[in-house]
């Protein structure tokens, strides 16, 4: 960190993060099941839980150490009546089907002897209708001295009906009916009131709490939906007190500079590098119907050739602060899309070029649990599918390629920070320059079917050495000032 207003933790930039959907990565056999779960292998569903914990994800600490993975990011561990538990019942309680605190404790504990940091999701936007204050509210009406941590309808709630958190009929109005305010109108996450000073309090203590216990930051859902304008930046400092190197990072899709001014967050889930990214990978070959059941992959990914991928990474590159580009959370997945592979209509050659890609920007790149297997999935529940316990030969392979430039990552500095520049992009072929101090590197990647030709000034090159990259097609260097590339193919130098 720094003394300048942007103050972003050092440690992000040199953090390579996998983000876990706690309930579909691993049973452990440990956590007493209360009755049956969903078949691992099934197709999963909205509402249906495979009994995935956290100690699960403890016992495969070691595997994520060996793929060179050194930052986690859960998705909400709370206590919840949902599998994505994004409608929190307890905040201040790990879901007794993860295991409970001490399942956090033994996950925590064990990362943090690996060299592996932990962030969690916080949801301060809306709770769920199981969160005891809400509950109040339901029982005891006006009279509630909870009524406050609500947008309440005065009519409704002091009718003689009372609010109504599970409304029948047309769920377009289920709002009016519940007789409160709710996330995107959907009854069972209530709209948290955070202007109301007890309730404001309440969840500076939350955040205070799980630094306090050894997270080392936060992932705040859907940060933009909270109208007071004070709110994040107060949490920030609140938060920057208890653990002052303590990550935030918000789910923002957009381009959105003003949110890291270093007054609220450090970074924001790059999904307009990502989809650059997963456009530029494909050549043109997308799965549009996938693309099509997510709004925003539907709006904004589409396919590029080099020169408009190069004209879009030098925009997003001179976006921010050098500091906050490091600390930007760089996906090409997530939780709430279709799988990498899937969009990229299966095409394994065409990930492995994408995830090259996300290895080697600025940023700390983050891989959806199971992408670095080349799993498929389409749009939500379909993206939230079972972990294969036992990979098959082409997960494998892929593993191996993460492996591979992970651990190129992690070995040479210029992959992980400095500048980056588009020295040529012609077709679909692009060749990067990255330079941090006295690191150099060049990235050269083909994503087209056909061969391509990148000329290069011969100085470029000189001294630097190829990567390894097992499973995909190999440039070469020839007349000491060309960089030859097979179709779908790449050349690292270092």
Request: hydrophobic share 40%; net charge negative.
């Amino acid at each position: 960190m720094t003394g300048s207003p942007i103050d972003v933790p050092d440690w992000v930039a040199d953090t390579v993060f996998y983000q876990i959907f706690p309930d579909r990565f691993a049973r452990s056999g440990r956590v007493p099941a209360p009755g049956a779960f969903e078949d691992w292998a099934a197709p999963p569903t909205q509402a249906g839980f495979k009994g995935g914990d956290l100690y699960g994800v403890v016992d495969r600490l070691d595997d994520l150490v060996d793929l060179g993975i050194n930052g986690l990011y859960l998705n909400p561990v709370f206590a919840a009546a949902s599998n994505h538990r994004y409608n929190a019942s307890d905040y201040l309680a790990v879901d007794p089907l993860l295991g409970g605190d001490e399942a956090l404790r033994a996950l925590v504990d064990g990362a943090h002897a690996r060299g592996i940091r932990v962030i969690l999701d916080g949801v301060f936007n809306h709770s769920g209708r199981g969160f005891f204050p809400f509950q109040h509210v339901i029982e005891t009406g006006a009279r509630s001295p909870y009524r406050d941590w609500f947008y309440l309808d005065r009519d409704v709630l002091e009718g003689e009906r009372g609010i109504d958190p599970y409304p029948s009929g047309d769920p377009e109005g289920h709002h009016l009916r519940a007789g409160y305010r709710s996330w995107w109108n959907i009854a069972a996450l209530p709209k948290l009131r955070v202007e109301h000073p007890p309730l404001r309090e309440f969840l500076f203590g939350v955040a205070e709490h799980w630094l306090r216990f050894g997270i080392d930051g936060w992932r705040l859902d859907v940060p933009a939906e909270i109208e007071d304008p004070t709110f994040w930046p107060e949490f920030r400092r609140r938060v920057r007190a208890v653990k002052p190197d303590a990550y935030l990072v918000g789910e923002i899709w957009r381009e959105a500079p003003e949110w890291l001014q270093g007054d609220r967050f450090d970074g924001l889930m790059n999904y307009p590098l990502g989809l650059a990214i997963l456009g530029f990978a494909s050549a043109g070959r997308l799965n549009q119907e996938a693309i099509d059941g997510q709004a925003d992959y539907r709006r904004f990914l589409t396919a590029l050739d080099a020169p408009a991928f190069g004209d879009r990474v030098g925009h997003l590159m001179a976006l921010h602060d050098p500091e906050t580009t490091g600390a930007q959370y760089n996906l090409i997945g997530s939780h709430d899309s279709p799988r990498a592979r899937t969009c990229l209509a299966g095409d394994s050659a065409a990930l492995r070029l994408a995830t090259l890609l996300q290895m080697v920007l600025p940023g700390a790149p983050a891989i959806y649990y199971g992408d670095e297997l080349g799993m498929e999935g389409g749009p939500d529940p379909d993206c939230r599918r079972g972990y294969p316990p036992f990979p098959d030969d082409d997960g494998l392979a892929m593993r191996a390629f993460v492996r591979a430039i992970v651990r190129a990552r992690h070995e040479h500095v210029a992959l992980r920070r400095g500048t980056v520049v588009v020295v040529a992009a012609s077709g679909q072929a692009i060749l990067l320059a990255r330079k941090a101090g006295e690191g150099r590197a060049l990235v050269a990647i083909n994503s087209g079917r056909e061969p391509a030709r990148v000329d290069v000034e011969p100085g470029l090159i000189a001294g630097l050495a190829p990567v390894d990259l097992p499973g995909v097609a190999g440039g070469r260097v020839v007349d000491g000032g060309s960089i030859e590339l097979p179709a779908q193919g790449a050349l690292v130098l270092i």
